[in-house]
């Protein structure tokens, strides 16, 4: 038992230690200068996390001016995170998705709505029945502009709901694309369970309170 004792005693000790590096690394991610992506192909790309990415990329892929959304990994301060490393919450990753727009069509403006409106605001490190750090609503900006926009429309939604809004506003910094099987989950499986039973309910919600920002074939 005396030898239990100290072995237990560093285990603890490097743990807090570990936690509190892992505390620092986020923290300056947090407070980091945003990196500005230039355009692809003339379009423009932004970055949002709010519960499933298999649900968040549906939602936006319904939006006209929404080129392609792309599953992956943000906000964290691991390099090459993987869905399992995310899911242990301890690399600081939400699921995020990359949206591909055009922005003649759709303003990010806009796509900021889509985002407050496609899910539970005040769900904090969570979305529906998915509960962790790493299905944390998150809203990344890339330049001042867009941060204004999103602390304004944060605030006038905590007015009008009576209640503080659990998404955090982080300096875009870097994005890392989900395994293959994740991309375009719910079109390619229809028939999966949590799909029926959590992602198209969430999509048609949106649908609703959306129809004008509409792709027609949807």
Not at 60 to 66: H, T
Request: with cysteine; net charge positive.
């Amino acid at each position: 038992m005396k030898h239990i004792i100290p072995t237990l005693l560093l285990v603890l000790f490097l743990s807090c230690k570990n936690n509190a590096q892992a505390d620092k690394k986020q923290q300056a991610i947090a407070n980091a200068s945003p990196i500005e992506v230039p355009l692809h192909n003339g379009k423009s790309k932004a970055y949002f996390a709010s519960g499933c990415f298999w649900c968040v990329e549906a939602v936006f892929e319904s939006v006209k001016g929404v080129e392609e959304v792309i599953s992956g990994y943000s906000g964290g301060h691991t390099k090459n995170p993987t869905y399992d490393s995310s899911n242990t919450g301890k690399t600081g990753h939400a699921e995020t998705v990359e949206v591909i727009y055009d922005s003649n069509i759709i303003s990010f403006n806009s796509l900021v709505d889509v985002y407050f409106g496609s899910q539970n605001p005040t769900q904090i490190n969570g979305q529906g029945p998915d509960k962790g750090s790493q299905y944390r609503s998150i809203i990344f900006y890339q330049n001042d502009t867009q941060k204004q926009i999103i602390l304004k429309k944060k605030e006038a939604l905590e007015k009008a709901i009576n209640s503080k809004v659990a998404a955090e506003v982080y300096p875009f910094q870097k994005f890392w694309k989900a395994e293959a099987y994740h991309q375009n989950f719910e079109k390619l499986n229809p028939n999966h369970g949590y799909i029926k039973a959590v992602s198209v309910p969430r999509l048609n919600k949106f649908k609703e309170k959306f129809p004008e920002l509409l792709k027609e074939n949807h």
